[in-house]
């Protein structure tokens, strides 16, 4: 009974929203990413890595140059240099998107856990930077419920939703998001059309290399103003598994990343409620929550989405 006790305390304390809005942007940036890829036709399981490089990179540029604004387009920059290695390897040489994204992800994994010492001094993780201040909106009212919930926030929240909204304009309003749908239902019949099916898968493999990249600037420059060493911790996956759960849509990942994003905030609560005293070692398991509610949800939708025809196909250009 205590356990459901603390379940409603959650739902009643604003803090739970706020949680799982600031637990949903990080996926919600790599989901979409995914989203432009996958649409495209590339698989792109790589987000996991993006994520990583990005978290690293906002770090590095603030550490640099003072400023974590700097961070976030060092980020972006190395999120889209990772993107193009994917794009190079599976696009122009057809190589095996799922054996390409995994190398990816490897180099991401190495790579940040190595410079960590010889860039910044320690292992393990950085000193604490600057991050992005978050925007205040007073006019809630300064205490109340309605301000606890949403009147403090980061920017990248923000960015987020109005992604979600431009990422459904691009795709489903504009003839570039008409390309794109054509190029990952049919890229044969998209070809014959005059359509640049290279051009296009391009275009979405970096378009989620930035994007992803920006979720894990999130959790470094937005959230922490730190880097610990593979600090994404499977939040690329659970991405990926909003992207399936969305049914490739903007206004599904949206959905979905919102629904891990309340199993993570609820994970914080019952383990902050004293009313429970969870001993330290049951709060690994309580960790596995998100996880759980992932593989469970996804089970349940097995069969019931329907990918792009042409995902995870390499198309060879005849002629």
């Known amino acids: 009974m205590n356990i459901l006790k ?38 792109n399981i790589a987000l996991e ?40 390897a599976s696009i122009n040489f057809q190589a095996n998107q799922i054996v390409s994204a995994t190398a990816i992800i490897l180099l991401a994994q190495g790579l940040t856990g190595f410079l960590l010492e010889p860039v910044f001094g320690k292992p393990g993780s950085t000193e604490i930077y600057d991050k992005i201040p978050k925007i205040e909106l007073k006019f809630l009212g300064k205490g ?23 990422s459904w304009f ?23 059309l005059g359509v640049s ?7 979405g493999v970096l378009m989620s290399g930035l994007l992803a990249s920006l979720g894990g600037a999130y959790l470094s420059v937005g959230e ?26 903007p206004k599904g ?17 019952l383990q902050s409620n004293p009313s429970l005293a969870i001993p330290s070692s049951a709060k690994p398991l309580f960790n596995l929550i998100p996880f759980v509610i992932t593989l469970i949800v996804v089970a349940g939708f097995v069969g019931k989405t329907r990918s792009p025809a042409a995902d995870g196909v390499p198309y060879e250009k005849k002629g």
């Open 224 to 249: 922490l103003g730190q880097f610990t060493e593979n600090m994404t911790n499977g939040k690329g996956f659970i991405a990926l598994a909003a992207m399936i759960l969305g049914n490739w849509t």
């Open 49 to 88: 890595g993006i994520m990583l490089l990005g978290a690293f990179s906002g770090i590095l540029g603030t550490a640099l140059f003072g400023s974590p604004w700097i961070g976030i387009i060092l980020a972006m920059i190395s999120g889209a240099a990772a993107a193009a290695l994917h794009a190079w």
């Open 6 to 43: 603390a379940i409603l305390d959650a739902f009643a304390n604003p803090i739970f929203y706020s949680l799982t809005l600031s637990a949903a942007t990080p996926l919600l940036f790599a989901s979409l990413g995914g989203l432009f890829s996958e649409k495209t036709g590339v698989t």
């Open 253 to 269: 990942a949206l959905f979905a990343c919102l629904l891990f994003g309340a199993a993570d905030a609820m994970n914080e609560q």
């Open 170 to 192: 691009i795709i489903y309003k504009t003839k570039l998001g008409l390309r794109i749908i054509a190029v990952g239902e049919n890229p044969e019949a998209a070809d014959t």
């Open 197 to 203: 099916v290279y051009g296009i898968r391009w275009f």
């Open 144 to 166: 109340s419920f309605l301000y606890n919930m949403i009147g403090s926030l980061s920017p990248f929240v923000y960015l987020a939703l109005i992604l979600v909204v431009v």
